[in-house]
């Protein structure tokens, strides 16, 4: 066994690399970019090298600089993480040239299975089948288009390097081809170094079903049992499970050993996952192999109670695998959530900065968080937004699903916009609830996960903004503790000749209230024009309203007040009468959501353009965003050319609306 392997990744992945490492005595070292200097990994690792610049073009994809860091400290292997060198067979090359051992599958194998129009071709030869498409070499735009009417709209255009959701873009027209075939190729160009696309007939109602194998070099291979990714947004994945809901013995049997026969063709030797697109009738058609470690990995460890980063370290030091197939066991089921910074309500954009508060769920036997954040931390533009994996596990799915809600209305993040409510909506959907599942169901439950009218905002969460209000103030208008026994910081709202009392105007999206306050001397009155309610605090959590005890965390953060409690959270800002609260200071699309490099200019200067008509294209985080017309307007000008980097809020676009 290894006594020091080197990480040559980042984030949750690199902590969790380092989890498994130090359980097994395996000394660690992390490597970092300048913009990572700080981040959780590199606080835990026994050694870390800077590797670079924040770019990862600069830092983590270089193999050189990855390598150099091994031989200068000594590690004896390098474990790839997913991303990044994952699945570079010339890096595997690179390691084993420099007698550094990859954790992960043989070069051979990552180029035989890297390559999607390979690994099909290679599929089709084995008798696998596969989706209606074309897989071959040629990349014109006219061939390639070509291709796509004679398979039939919808296509899906996808990448072949590389996976994420990324260069890849659902076509319903033969109109919307040629720009969507441009957008994937300049997506994949930039995230993985290579344009090459293939083009797929796009089923309808598919489910993705995965298969995790294992095999070592004594040419022992495994299937661990199946995921369900069906839940997607953009080909993302949002949602994982283990067991598949429905699944058949005969099918999963079917399935796992058609992905034990992929993997064994190609040579394979360490962790893998072989994809299906599976439909509801049962058939499956292979759809590429991942040669490495996934994302969703941990639903697996949860109902097999293995730990598969530990299975990784023993193959690669040479070791057979620690079980065979009939040792296995699935047990219960289990589910995870990708907890990401980003805003649902803004089409998903990423969200950036300081993660001021951030308290997630308890971890216990039915609950893991894997991530590779702090209270503290910064979320920068320079990598994926993903805060953490909330994984849960119990006895069957209902269980799961409940401990899965309650995980959820316990997460509390401040500092960067999230998507956890859009997770606990999603999760309560009547078509995820009852495992009705395939890869539009997102698409299918838009009324539920965005209501076209947002729910009330409940009278305890006014109150409780407003006592926070109040203690605000009295704190800070307390003297300075150099005189603790003085009367004049006993903070009860005596005045000499009546009592203390306020109104405080809060408002929560476009609603506002106003909270009527008077102080006594055990707590504070709040009224919202009824009947006043005594309020007090029994603890850093804890809230007495009226006869009720209510557990609850304020949060004060840039001129809001997050309220968490029931379950759920809300921002409140506090309203100055005079000034206002500066919510109408808003320029809407033609501001730049968030840093990143301008790619494109899709209109010309002058024109005149609809409402919703693209105009720009950002690129942030390793993926695109267009920018759109906010309305029917002129074109007046830009700000910056394709190429040049843009800062969060910058103004993009001169626009004259006309209508």
């Given amino acids: 066994m290894f006594s020091k392997i080197l990480i040559a990744n980042r984030g949750e992945i690199a902590c969790r690399v380092i989890q498994t490492a130090r359980r097994m005595g395996i000394r660690t070292v992390a ?68 007698g550094v051992v990859f954790i992960g599958p043989p070069a051979s194998a990552i180029r035989a299975m890297g390559s999607k129009s390979a690994a099909k071709t290679l599929m089709e030869k084995a008798g696998v089948p596969l989706t209606p498409g074309y897989h071959g070499d040629q990349q014109d735009p006219g061939f390639l288009a070509a291709q796509a009417e004679k398979i039939g709209f919808p296509v899906l255009i996808k990448a072949s390097a590389g996976g994420g959701g990324k260069g890849m873009r659902r076509v319903d027209a033969a109109a919307d081809f040629t720009a969507s075939l441009v957008s994937c190729q300049r997506e994949a160009s930039n995230a ?46 949002v949602l994982e499970e283990a067991p598949a809901p429905g699944m058949t013995p005969e099918r999963r049997a079917a399935m796992g050993a058609a992905a034990v026969n992929a993997a064994l063709a190609v040579g394979y030797v360490g962790a893998g996952t072989v994809e299906f697109i ?110 953490a994996k909330l994984i849960v596990w119990d006895s069957d799915r209902t269980q799961a699903l409940a401990r899965m809600r309650q ?23 009547p078509s995820f609830a009852q495992a009705q599942l395939d890869t539009a169901l997102i698409e299918r439950e838009q009324d539920h996960l965005f209501p076209a009218l947002a729910e009330a905002v409940p009278g305890d969460v006014w109150m409780l903004a407003a006592l926070t209000v109040l203690q605000s103030q009295t704190e800070a208008a307390a003297l300075p503790a150099l005189e ?37 001397a055990n707590g504070v009155l709040l009224s919202l024009g009824d009947e006043p309610v005594l309020a007090r605090r029994t603890g850093p959590s804890q809230v007495q309203l009226g006869d009720r005890r209510i557990a609850a965390t304020v949060v004060a953060h840039a001129k ?17 009468l005079l000034h206002g609260d500066g919510s109408d200071d808003v320029h809407g699309s033609m501001r730049a959501p968030m840093p990143g490099k301008v790619v494109a200019l899709l209109a010309a200067v002058g024109a005149t353009v609809a409402k919703g008509t693209p105009l720009l294209v950002l690129e942030a985080m390793k993926m695109e965003h267009t920018i759109h017309a906010p309305s029917q307007g002129i074109v007046k000008g830009f700000h910056f050319s394709a190429g040049e980097q843009v800062g969060d809020g910058v103004d993009l676009v001169d626009f004259e609306a006309t209508e």
């Fill in 560 to 576: 809001h007040l997050h309220v968490f409690c029931h379950g759920h959270s809300w921002a409140l800002a506090t309203v100055d």
């Fill in 192 to 237: 993985f170094g290579n344009d090459h696309v293939l083009i797929e007939k796009y089923v309808l109602q598919p489910r993705h079903i995965e298969i995790q194998v294992f095999a070592d070099s004594q040419g022992h291979c495994v299937y661990l049992f199946e995921r369900d990714c069906s839940v997607q947004r953009r080909h993302q994945k």
């Fill in 407 to 429: 995980a959820l209305a316990d997460y509390q993040i401040v500092g960067v916009a999230n998507n956890v409510a859009f997770l606990q909506r999603l999760v309560s959907t």
């Fill in 278 to 387: 599976a439909h509801q009738d049962g058939s499956f058609y292979f759809m590429e192999m991942n040669t490495r470690l996934q994302v969703e990995h941990p639903v697996t460890e949860m109902i097999t109670r293995l730990d598969l980063v530990e299975w990784q370290l023993r193959v690669a030091s040479g070791e057979p695998l620690p079980l065979a197939q009939n040792q296995l066991v699935l047990t219960g089921h289990a589910i995870e959530a990708r907890i990401y910074a980003e805003d649902p309500d803004k089409g998903f954009l990423p969200s950036t900065g300081r993660l001021s508060h951030l308290q997630p769920p308890a971890a216990s036997a039915h609950v893991r968080v894997d991530t590779g954040v702090e209270q503290g931390d910064e979320i920068t533009p320079h990598y994926d937004p993903m805060i």
């Fill in 31 to 98: 490597v970092f970019s300048e913009a990572d200097a700080h981040a959780r990994h590199v606080r835990l690792a026994d050694e870390a090298v800077c590797i670079g610049p924040a770019a990862a073009r600069e830092s983590y994809l270089v193999a050189d600089k990855i390598l150099a860091a091994a031989l200068q400290t000594g590690a004896q292997a390098v474990h790839p993480g997913y991303g990044f060198l994952s699945e570079n067979a010339d890096f595997a090359d690179a390691c084993a040239q420099a």
């Fill in 484 to 520: 603790p026994d003085s009367p004049w910081r006993v903070l009860d709202g005596w005045r000499l000749n009546g009592t203390s009392r306020q109104t405080i105007p809060l408002r929560c999206g476009e609603t506002e209230q106003t909270v009527a306050a008077e102080v006594v």
